[in-house]
């Protein structure tokens, strides 16, 4: 017989190979069979290892247990869910996403008990049991222009997230569809016709040009408002000064702008649209944070308003300050990011200022050979910090259109109101309790 590999060689990494085969015994019919050559009959029918008795078995849903809806309850969508866990490929991705999500949501400071050097104030089991988890949620423009727009505005009308980050288009794009509808079109509707009709494509959707018209017919007005109102407070901050020699003043009077993210609050305020995600995060106060806001339309009013009236600040480092702040005042954080580039990675490294985050969900169809940030993998951001070492992240390599309203359905819309009597009274941080 042939000799066959050392089933102990390891491999140019100096790792033991994980597969390797065995000599058939002599005995066998394969190997007895003088027409196959005994190194073929190693390589191809080798004896392998048996998996443990408990290990995960690949098995997809049997339409034929379930109707629309089975006897004990459970939906047909249900029991599809509950099988992409063991059905492989994306769909078990996708199975692991729900389960993150439901463990960040689940998780209480009491999980983890009190030892000898903690925060003596941390000490009352009762209080451990009031502090969650803070959730933070990313996603990119796209997802306002289609309509995942009410699937998010869901997430926030119900108080469901603590922290958004989005793009600019992220922020107009639901403020226009308070004014307009966005229209279905087509992948391949040729952009020199649509140009010539005044008609914006993005993907298979349609926006057109008078949507963004009517949109700057109400961002002009406000912009001007707030510039009133931000030269008004900095006429009063002038006469404090005058009328002050300074040494009153336990610290020094810094020149009042806006944040993006109050800049943001305020169009949600104003729009006053319950279809709208921003009047809700408004409502709820839940911040939303857009490091590039001028990275649109809203960018070109502000722009168009300095020609008009110089002067308009907004003022960027006390978000940076704000969104980390959040991050750093948690004892436990999640993160379901949709999308890559600027909302994936200001989310994880906000994260990244309390040593990681210890829940994610990735959902996005980057890949990594181009070392895109988009890309990037759960495991790259444990190597920088992002995700703790002790983290189980998951990504979803999918069109999160399809998946994320799917994994909506299993998470966060199967216990809307157990949710908010669970969480009323929770903090993230023990000074929220204290103020």
């Given at each position: 017989?042939?000799?066959?590999?050392d089933?102990?060689?390891q491999?140019?990494?100096?790792?033991?190979?994980?597969l390797?085969y065995?000599p058939?015994?002599?005995n066998s019919?394969?190997s007895?069979?003088p027409?196959?050559?005994?190194?073929t009959a190693?390589?191809v029918l080798?004896?392998?290892?048996?998996?443990?008795?408990?290990h995960p078995?690949?098995?997809?849903?049997d339409?034929?247990?379930?109707?629309?809806?089975?006897?004990?309850?459970?939906?047909?969508?249900?029991?599809?869910?509950?099988?992409?866990?063991?059905?492989?490929f994306?769909?078990?991705?996708?199975?692991?996403?729900?389960n993150?999500?439901?463990?960040?949501?689940?998780?209480?400071?009491?999980?983890?008990?009190?030892?000898?050097?903690?925060?003596?104030?941390?000490?009352?089991?009762?209080l451990?049991s009031?502090i969650?988890a803070?959730i933070?949620?990313?996603?990119?423009?796209?997802?306002?222009?289609?309509?995942?727009?009410?699937?998010?505005?869901?997430?926030?009308q119900?108080?469901?997230?603590?922290?958004?980050?989005?793009?600019?288009?992220?922020?107009?794009?639901?403020i226009?569809?308070?004014?307009?509808p966005?229209?279905?079109g087509?992948?391949?509707l040729p952009?020199k016709?649509?140009?010539?009709?005044?008609?914006?494509?993005?993907?298979?959707l349609l926006v057109?040009?008078?949507?963004y018209c009517k949109?700057?017919?109400?961002?002009a007005?406000?912009?001007?408002k707030?510039?009133?109102?931000?030269?008004e407070?900095?006429?009063e901050?002038?006469?404090?000064?005058v009328n002050s020699?300074g040494?009153?003043?336990?610290?020094?009077?810094?020149?009042?702008?806006?944040?993006?993210?109050?800049f943001?609050?305020?169009m949600?305020?104003?729009?006053?649209?319950e279809?709208?995600?921003l009047?809700w995060?408004y409502k709820?106060?839940?911040?939303?944070f857009c490091?590039a806001?001028?990275?649109?339309s809203v960018?070109?009013?502000?722009?168009f308003?300095?020609?008009?009236r110089p002067?308009?600040?907004?003022?960027?480092?006390?978000?940076?300050?704000?969104?980390?702040d959040?991050?750093?005042?948690?004892?436990?954080t999640?993160?379901?990011?949709?999308?890559?580039?600027?909302?994936?990675?200001?989310?994880?490294?906000a994260?990244?200022?309390?040593?990681?985050?210890?829940?994610?969900?990735?959902i996005?169809?980057?890949?990594?050979?181009?070392?895109?940030?988009g890309?990037a993998?759960?495991?790259?951001a444990?190597?920088w910090?992002?995700?703790?070492?002790?983290?189980?992240p998951v990504?979803?390599?999918?069109?999160?259109?399809i998946?994320?309203p799917?994994?909506v359905?299993?998470t966060?819309?199967?216990?809307?109101?157990?949710?908010?009597?669970s969480?009323?009274?929770?903090?993230c941080?023990?000074?929220?309790?204290?103020?």
């Amino acid at each position: 017989m042939a000799a066959t590999p050392d089933t102990n060689k390891q491999d140019d990494s100096g790792e033991d190979q994980v597969l390797s085969y065995q000599p058939l015994a002599e005995n066998s019919a394969v190997s007895a069979n003088p027409h196959i050559p005994s190194v073929t009959a190693s390589a191809v029918l080798g004896e392998s290892e048996s998996m443990p008795d408990d290990h995960p078995t690949c098995k997809g849903h049997d339409f034929n247990t379930t109707t629309s809806s089975s006897k004990d309850g459970t939906s047909q969508l249900d029991a599809i869910m509950q099988s992409m866990l063991s059905t492989g490929f994306q769909a078990t991705n996708v199975g692991k996403a729900v389960n993150e999500i439901n463990r960040m949501r689940k998780w209480r400071l009491s999980d983890t008990p009190w030892k000898e050097g903690d925060d003596e104030a941390l000490r009352d089991p009762n209080l451990r049991s009031k502090i969650r988890a803070r959730i933070f949620f990313a996603y990119t423009s796209n997802q306002i222009s289609c309509g995942q727009r009410e699937v998010i505005k869901f997430l926030v009308q119900h108080k469901m997230v603590d922290v958004i980050v989005t793009t600019a288009g992220g922020i107009e794009e639901d403020i226009i569809k308070c004014f307009e509808p966005t229209y279905m079109g087509d992948f391949r509707l040729p952009g020199k016709e649509l140009r010539k009709k005044g008609i914006n494509r993005i993907g298979n959707l349609l926006v057109p040009n008078k949507n963004y018209c009517k949109f700057e017919d109400w961002m002009a007005p406000l912009i001007s408002k707030m510039h009133d109102e931000q030269d008004e407070k900095w006429m009063e901050q002038a006469k404090q000064l005058v009328n002050s020699d300074g040494a009153d003043e336990k610290e020094p009077i810094k020149p009042f702008s806006y944040t993006p993210s109050e800049f943001i609050a305020r169009m949600g305020k104003e729009i006053n649209n319950e279809d709208s995600v921003l009047y809700w995060a408004y409502k709820n106060d839940i911040p939303v944070f857009c490091p590039a806001l001028t990275d649109g339309s809203v960018g070109d009013m502000i722009y168009f308003h300095s020609y008009k009236r110089p002067g308009f600040t907004l003022d960027i480092s006390r978000d940076i300050r704000r969104i980390n702040d959040l991050s750093v005042q948690s004892y436990g954080t999640g993160q379901i990011i949709i999308g890559g580039g600027l909302v994936k990675h200001h989310t994880c490294n906000a994260n990244l200022m309390r040593n990681g985050a210890d829940y994610s969900v990735y959902i996005n169809t980057g890949h990594e050979f181009d070392g895109s940030d988009g890309g990037a993998s759960p495991d790259e951001a444990i190597s920088w910090g992002k995700i703790r070492i002790t983290a189980d992240p998951v990504k979803v390599c999918a069109d999160a259109t399809i998946v994320f309203p799917l994994i909506v359905s299993q998470t966060f819309a199967k216990d809307v109101e157990e949710w908010k009597e669970s969480t009323k009274d929770c903090i993230c941080w023990l000074p929220d309790g204290e103020e």
